[in-house]
């Protein structure tokens, strides 16, 4: 119940986390059955367990703070609902992208060279697909999307 900060990047080097277990008594933040570290109300994703394979973001979400997902190599599916206006701009690193952002630096400043190829590692990882069941109506987007159980895909 006594946290009531988190730096930036406080779980940069924790590449084995699997999980953030919250209070339900802290009055700043919360976590979710799948381990995530939220605000108290969870519209704002602070940060995931760097070794999940797969995060499914709630639609309480709206907001995912740069870095969230900094040293998630694991991750191979990522769910976001079209409730988040404002994905971080570093959604997910990785030495590659860095790499690329470096290259680019000459003709943009290096912060604006990072962030457009991060935007472009996660347009082309990214796949959106719409799934059905009888009129409930689904959209995933995720790395390797599928449907959820009894769902199928349009």
Known sequence: ????????????RATSLTSF????ANPKFSSDIQGVLYDKEKKVLIQAPSAKSTIIIPETAVMILDH???????LSTLVIPNTVKFPGARLITDAKTAADAKTAADAKTEADAKTEADAKAVAKKLIRITCIKGKLVK???AVKPKCPSGYKQK
């Open 68 to 74: 969230a997902f900094e040293g998630a190599k694991s």
């Open 21 to 24: 277990t919250v209070d339900s």
């Open 1 to 12: 119940n006594s946290v009531t900060t988190i730096g930036r990047s406080a779980f940069a």
């Open 139 to 141: 959209k995933i987007t």
